[in-house]
């Protein structure tokens, strides 16, 4: 592949950075995202950055991400009484005879796109779904995710945290799988192609609110991950799914071809979402530490653990459901080795909770295949083999 | 992910031990006889596993997961009715 693009990228990031670096706070060259609570502060942030288009963004149950743009004029009308749409062209929801649905947009998720869109400054938020009636509708992800989140108080916890590490393929168009590189895990520039367009997307993802730990080529040609820093469920989902519209919308942007679609090519890894669970008792006590045991796992994690495993088979579908990654991976349901992290089965990694509680987040880990768009009621992870 | 986590910690369901081994490696023979099960074979699997679940239905809700499985069947119909090039080349001298 020529090298063209190196140019266009850095053209299009001196672009990205001038442009935010009006309307978010930076510090230390880092974009930090906003951080507004309530429907005044988005109003007021909306009037004070004349922005002309907010967007509102719910997932359907298919996990694809659904939008449409508002004008500043009608936001505050949204807040109020939501914006009706069509619930039954949206794949999943209502049927015919009783479509009307409402959008209420969710002040806390407000963020800036850190690029244009046509001649638009534009915020985004996600909206929670509502019936006519008022009640947050069963059809939507982000409710039914909150539903379960509601049952963690009964059983004495705090919160639940995520960390993603989601991967996918740059391609040169959308046409045909040719890779930009056939470079591999942790590979370098110049046999790294992707360098470029990720750091770009890293700085974007930073841009509006979601913190990056790090990001790397992986194992096949072509193929990259980012991981995300861990945040709490809720917010994790709505970051996993600006995490995956930024990265194919950054390389669209720059000419290439970015996806999530679990097994592109013959011969090569797949993509996974190695996916790092744990729940708190409160703030700094992770439920799932024991620093007596000798992979550090507490009993409430081993039991949430075999809850997972038990109920693997049943999960697999919403989870993974694509014709390639099911019967792909040859996982299995028996807890396996905590260190390795060949081609395998679903394990726990006892490698990954050896910190602190106070400091890591971090005790389980699971692995299995990404559908095309993951649910954001239920992230679940694999690792395709070769 | 977090319903059957719960269902687990409800229950005090045993976690079996590590399997140290790499299974990647293991015939399918070897798996059974050490009881370890695999995931669904394919997506029709899935679906019907799925749609026997209990927890999946108080997780989900009727609403979304029959609709989710009813996409799922009409992906997986699409794909077994498909005549790819791999199997023309294979076959078309039968």
């Not at chain 1, 790294?192 to 080529?217: K, P």
């Not at chain 1, 744990?278 to 700094?284: G, L, P, V, Y």
């Not at chain 1, 999960?315 to 028996?334: E, H, I, L, N």
């Not at chain 2, 099960?37 to 019907?48: F, G, K, R």
Request: aromatic share 10%; net charge negative; hydrophobic share 35%.
């Amino acid at each position: 592949m020529s090298n063209d693009f190196i140019q266009r990228v850095r053209e299009f990031s001196n672009a990205m950075t001038a442009y935010t670096a009006e309307h978010v706070p930076i510090e230390n060259g880092v974009p930090q995202g906003l951080n507004l609570t309530s429907k005044k502060e988005v109003l007021e942030y909306i009037k004070e950055h004349e922005i002309t288009s907010i967007r509102l963004w719910f997932t359907d149950i298919l996990g694809f991400v659904k939008k449409f743009e508002v004008t500043p004029a009608e936001i505050e009308g949204a807040f109020d009484e939501g914006m009706g749409f069509d619930g039954s062209s949206v794949e999943g929801y209502q049927r015919i005879h009783e479509s009307d649905m409402i959008a209420f947009p969710i002040a806390e998720t407000a963020q800036f796109i850190p690029f244009q869109v046509g001649p638009a400054r534009c915020i985004r938020m996600f909206a929670e779904i509502r019936s006519p009636d008022g009640t947050p509708y069963v059809g939507d992800p982000r409710v039914i995710l909150k539903q379960q989140l509601a049952r963690l108080p009964e059983h004495g916890f705090s919160h639940m945290n995520i960390g993603p590490e989601a991967e996918f393929f740059y391609f040169a168009s959308d046409t045909a799988p040719d890779v930009l590189d056939h470079a591999g895990y942790f590979d370098m520039v110049p046999v790294d192609v992707g360098d470029d367009f990720r750091e770009a997307t890293r700085f974007a993802l930073q841009a509006m609110g979601i913190d990056v730990e790090y990001m790397h080529h992986e194992v096949a040609w072509s193929q990259h991950e980012i991981d995300l820093k861990y945040k709490d469920a809720l917010r994790m989902a709505d970051n996993l799914q600006t995490y995956k519209w930024l990265v194919k919308e950054i390389a669209r942007r720059n000419g290439i071809h970015a996806t999530f679609m679990p097994k592109p090519l013959s011969g090569q890894n797949g993509s996974g979402m190695h996916t790092h669970l744990s729940i708190f008792k409160d703030a700094k006590s992770n439920a799932f530490y024991d620093r007596k045991d000798p992979h550090h796992l507490s009993q409430t994690a081993r039991h949430f653990l075999a809850g997972v495993l038990a109920h693997e088979r049943c999960a697999w579908s919403p989870t993974s459901g694509t014709t390639r990654t099911s019967g792909w991976c040859p996982v299995t349901r028996r807890p396996c080795t905590s260190r390795g992290r060949s081609a395998t089965a679903p394990r726990w990694c006892a490698s990954r909770c050896t910190s602190p509680a106070t400091r890591s987040p971090r005790a389980s880990s699971c692995v299995s295949p990404m559908p095309p768009a993951i649910p954001t009621w239920l992230s679940q992870s694999c690792w395709p083999p070769a | 992910m977090l319903a059957a986590g719960l269902k687990g910690i409800e229950d005090e369901a045993p976690l079996a031990d590590p399997v140290t081994d790499d299974l990647y490696h293991y015939t399918p023979l070897q798996r059974e006889q050490q009881g370890i099960e695999s995931l669904p074979h394919d997506l029709y699997d899935a679906v019907t596993t799925a749609a026997g679940s209990e927890l999946m239905r108080a997780t989900l809700g009727n609403h979304v997961l029959d609709k989710l499985l009813e996409t799922k069947l009409e992906e997986y119909d699409g794909y077994r009715l498909h005549v790819s090039n791999r199997e023309f080349e294979e076959s078309i001298n039968l």
